[in-house]
């Protein structure tokens, strides 16, 4: 079982719909990231956050400690936005990180 | 201001030929962490080393991998015996420091493919 699990896998949505990725977690952490990752391209930080909420442009990142649970969410999403976004987290006491399975979103005009 | 270099970003190697993926981290920072990328895979970390110094190896493979990040220069993941299976997307991350947690900061990956 992944100490940390995506959902969903694969998501398709139209152009300016409001889209959610979730993400949990089994014990403790340090933080949570939430990555970017192009088709054939590098990887991309786009948030790292231990509590409440952060937002960057149409992106929102939450974190829920009590319940393990993190939450990414794209407003007015836009073709471009398609990727896969993967969460990660540092688990207490160590620097690396530990993937989730990432979600292929596709947004279509 | 460069961010992660990675070289190459596309690796050949037949069977048996060595690899070696290189990895300069951001300026400032002394922390160097690899993850590997197999086809239609998550990721998954490898090795983090500080400068002359590895500090977690636990997800390096036991057998022909090798790591290290010397006091000049960059960090050199090697790969010696190269098999199909290690043909994969590896990155490279860095951070700041020891006390974290930091963000890290990815570079463009080398691809290697094994023929």
């Known amino acids: 079982k992944n100490e940390v699990e995506q959902s969903p896998q694969n998501l398709t949505a139209q152009e300016g719909e409001f889209i959610t990725i979730n993400c949990s977690y089994s014990?403790?952490?340090?933080?949570l990231h939430w990555l970017q990752q192009h088709p054939g391209g590098g990887i991309v930080s786009l948030f790292m956050?231990?509590?409440g909420k952060k937002k960057h442009g149409r992106l929102i990142a939450t974190i829920n400690i009590q319940e393990k649970h993190s939450s990414l969410h794209i407003t007015a999403s836009h073709p471009r936005d398609s990727a896969v976004y993967i969460c990660?987290?540092?688990?207490?006491?160590?620097?690396?990180?530990?993937f989730g399975q990432g979600t292929r979103l596709t947004i279509n005009p | 201001n460069a961010g992660v270099m990675q070289n190459p970003r596309h690796l050949v190697r037949r069977r048996g030929q060595e690899a070696r993926l290189r990895c300069s981290p951001m300026?400032?920072?002394?922390?160097v962490y690899w993850y590997r990328q197999l086809p239609e895979e998550g990721l998954k970390f490898m090795v983090y080393?500080?400068?002359?110094?590895?500090?977690?190896e636990s997800g390096m493979p036991k057998e022909r991998f090798s790591a290290e990040f010397p006091k000049e220069g960059p960090s050199i993941l090697r790969i010696q015996q190269v098999v199909r299976g290690d043909s994969a997307a590896y990155f490279c991350?860095?951070?700041?420091?020891?006390?974290?947690?930091?963000?890290?900061?990815f570079g463009p990956g080398t691809r290697l493919t094994v023929t």
């Open positions: 991350a860095s951070s700041p420091g020891l006390a974290g947690p930091y963000e890290q900061y």
């Open positions: 014990v403790g952490i340090s933080a």
């Open positions: 956050l231990s509590s």
């Open positions: 990660a987290v540092s688990f207490e006491g160590a620097q690396k990180l530990v």
């Open positions: 300026k400032g920072h002394s922390h």
């Open positions: 080393l500080q400068k002359e110094n590895i500090i977690d």
